[in-house]
């Protein structure tokens, strides 16, 4: 690791190991300038204030280590939208994040400060511009959309069998299962996200959305399996505490029906387990996905790891998922071999690869 590449890691680890410490300085600071939050949001908001500046140093920690000043802005527009669901202005989010850079220079110097400056003054200009509300991921104009709507309406309504109807029918009627991932399973859960973020719907509408979702996905399960197979295969894979399921599992889907063969690993895999897993199934691809930006350097550890293990020399790493997709770069700095923004781009790039490595199972068999 270069020197430059250092200092952002251990001024980030700093940060993650003192995060406690600092969260109560910069809680204790915000009402000592604002005595009147004590009147706006009870006993419970301090609380709330010291949770959150928690997890705003983490993110801040976390962006640094992988030196990606897009993912921490990303976050704080986020973040935003988020807390005006629960009355937090976009000026109370600044006071945070300049308490948070003055709690940084005075306790670790001005040395580092001017680190995760670019930083902060990003996420203040988040702060500033960007507007509150979120386009709807159901809109008139995509395609599926009347289904889509459908589908998601009756599963806010807790009625997952008119749900499932609704995509049985499309079935029948010969949609392509990609389609029904894509526009009906992926767009009603950006959906779900987009109503939990602006508190229109509360953590249990979203835990039974999700675990419908997924009901529905495995009814689909005897359709996925296409009849001529390429040789290939994938290993999927969350990385560590990584919840966050569904995405890698309608990748894998989508390899399966592209030909390949599947082992979809989910989450919570140690890292010995996944490189063992690998050379078992002697794969092709290794898929692994992060949602949470926190889990990005583990991600980088994983393939790491990879790397060292000498049987995995020709081992092709995809790696895809939110953090990736709001930083476009991201996929270099984690060591993978490419990325792709959803399923779909993901076979076009994984065969794109393919086509440059040894691993081709059509060029090892025109070799012979
Ligand atoms: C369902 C859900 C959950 C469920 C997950 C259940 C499950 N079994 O998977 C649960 C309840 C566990 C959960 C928990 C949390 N969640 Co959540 N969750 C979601 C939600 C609503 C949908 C996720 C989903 O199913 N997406 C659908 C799939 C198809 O899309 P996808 O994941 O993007 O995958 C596609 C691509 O990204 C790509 N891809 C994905 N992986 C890979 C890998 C490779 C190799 C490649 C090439 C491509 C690729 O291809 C996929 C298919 O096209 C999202 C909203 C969103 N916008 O995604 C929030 C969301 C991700 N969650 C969020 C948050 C904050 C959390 C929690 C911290 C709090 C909470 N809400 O409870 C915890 C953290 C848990 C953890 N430690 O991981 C935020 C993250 C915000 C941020 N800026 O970081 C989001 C965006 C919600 C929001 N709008 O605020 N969540």
Redesign the pocket.
Known sequence: MNEGNDRYKQTGLAIKSKAGEFAERVTRETYEMQPELMGRFGPNGRRRTMEDTVFNLNYLAESLMIQSPKLFA??IS?LKV?LAGYHVSADDVAVNLRLIGETVREELGDEVYQLIEPYVELGLSQVEGLPLELETFLADESPLAEEARAYHNALLEGDRRTASVTVMRLVENGRPIRDIY?YI??AS??E???L??TNKIN?AQ??Y??AA??LIMSQLFPYIFSGVRSGYRLV?TCIG????????R??ADYFEMDGWDTYYLGANVPTRSIVAEVKKREANVL???A???Y?VHQVKELIASIRETDELGSLTV?????P??IDRELWKQVGADG????????IQ?ARRLLAFSASSPELEESAK
């Open positions: 990303s976050y986020w988020l894509r399973f992926q859960q950006y779900v996200g987009r939990w973020q953590v979203e835990h959305c999700s979702t997924q999927a505490e990584e919840l966050h399921e569904i995405g890698l309608m990748l898929a692994i996905s949602t949470m930006t889990h995809l790696v895809g998922g939110l990736f997709n990325y792709a923004p959803d399923a779909d781009a993901a790039e």
